[in-house]
């Protein structure tokens, strides 16, 4: 029945006056679940894991990780709807915005930890060093969108792009956000072009600095293996060998000067402790040591959510940040602590579908570098806390307590979710 030609009989399909069930049936059908479904999961286990990390803490402020997901939830929410080429149209206000922040932390940042990442704006604590991973990537799709990395002289604009908040970053100090960058530049450049030897060749100064000052002898097949990478994959096939050999040299020699005057005490000591935490049991190896023994202690199934007595007693100090991968080994076992990671890599390849469905270069570009920003802080911390990497201060994503990091990675999903929303396959679903 109708009048004046609008229905008064219903439910109509998609209408008005359609069933509340109906209605919340169709808005999930055009959610994309893997994409959602898998972080809102983890901040949901992350919340009661953080809980767990402060029964016997003087002060009980886990709530806020759930707070702040919704908050962040909604930044999403709201990203998702806004193309992401609209906002890669001002890179340089994105570029004066990251760079300013990243030089007030100098000038009025907040000390804790041993670096000066903060700024207190109303009473909370913004770390910059966070947002700036999305401005990098966000900047470096504009640029490598155009841009591709098709001949060695193109690498020079996204590495001089990178490079002034690249160097903001790691004198804070803030050695664990700078690698962030790097691994964000290297996959971003691969993805728009540059060909797998340049990769290597990029990091080998990097590898021969550890080589130098682990092996030395090493130097003696690796330097000639990546000149020879050099002769196969460079135009310049006469001065490439010799530049590539000079440079691998300088950062070998410049290893024991780098290693004395540039890094700071506690930075060296995460950098080598792990392969023997049992030097300084009881200062620079206690995190590692406590982790280890936390997460093997939860066995295949573990304690029990709000059960681990290693959480319970606090051994692991900032379990609630970036050691809240222990906490889940110790309470959900080998079996959480796999789930968790399979989540991750699963989520990581959704985003490569969504990448490769991307309508233009620069909104595949921006999933790729998000997708190479989590999975490398995935990768770090996990290896940190289980004793196979040094511990560098990075969170893990959407379970480690933190204000900034947990906006940072809604603002990433938003992006994401705008890309697959707008994708080649016209599905609409995000």
Request: with cysteine.
């Amino acid at each position: 029945m109708t009048l004046l030609g609008l229905p008064l009989l219903g439910p109509r399909r998609g209408g008005f006056f359609a069933s509340g069930r109906g209605r919340r049936r169709r808005w999930f059908d055009g959610v994309d679940k893997l994409l959602w479904w898998i972080p809102l999961g983890m901040i949901f286990v992350a919340g009661i894991l953080i809980a767990s990390t402060q029964r016997q803490a003087g002060y009980a402020d886990w709530y806020q990780h759930w707070i702040t997901a919704a908050v962040g939830m909604a930044i999403a929410l709201l990203l998702a709807r806004v193309p992401v080429e609209s906002i890669t149209r001002w890179p340089w206000v994105i570029y004066g915005a990251m760079v300013a922040s990243l030089i007030a932390v100098r000038v009025v940042g907040v000390s804790a930890l041993g670096a000066q990442s903060w700024i207190n704006i109303a009473g909370f604590h913004v770390q910059p060093s966070e947002f700036a991973k999305v401005g990098a990537i966000l900047l470096l799709a504009r640029v490598l969108g155009r841009h591709p990395v098709e001949r060695p002289v193109d690498l020079l604009r996204p590495v001089a792009i990178i490079g002034l908040p690249w160097l903001l970053v790691l004198i804070q100090p803030d050695l664990g956000s700078s690698l962030v960058f790097g691994a964000v530049l290297l996959v971003m450049m691969f993805w728009s072009g540059m060909p797998g030897a340049w990769v290597l060749l990029f990091i080998s100064p990097v590898i021969s600095a550890i080589v130098a000052g682990v092996f030395p002898w090493l130097l003696l097949g690796w330097i000639p293996a990546m000149a020879y990478l050099a002769w196969k994959s460079l135009p310049w096939k006469r001065l490439a060998p010799l530049a590539v050999v000079a440079v691998e040299a300088v950062f070998s020699l410049a290893t024991p000067l780098l290693w004395n005057n540039f890094l700071q005490p506690h930075q060296r000591d995460r950098l080598t402790l792990f392969l023997d935490p049992n030097k300084d049991p009881l200062g620079g190896g206690y995190h590692l040591l406590q982790s280890t023994v936390g997460i093997g202690s939860g066995g295949w199934f573990g304690t029990g959510l709000m059960q681990g007595h290693l959480t319970l007693l606090r051994f692991i100090p900032e379990q609630h940040t970036d050691f809240i991968f222990s906490a889940l080994g110790e309470e959900t076992g080998f079996i959480g602590s796999a789930l968790v990671v399979v989540g991750f890599v699963v989520w990581i390849w959704r985003l490569l579908q969504i990448a490769g469905k991307a309508r233009s270069d620069v909104e595949s570009l921006v999933v790729v570098g998000i997708g190479a920003m989590v999975m490398f802080q995935v990768v770090v911390n996990i290896n940190m806390t289980i004793g196979l990497g040094p511990i560098t201060g990075i969170p893990l994503p959407w379970l480690s307590y933190g204000r900034s990091a947990m906006l940072v990675n809604f603002i990433a999903l938003g992006l994401c979710a705008s890309v697959a929303r707008r994708g080649s396959t016209g599905t609409g679903r995000w």
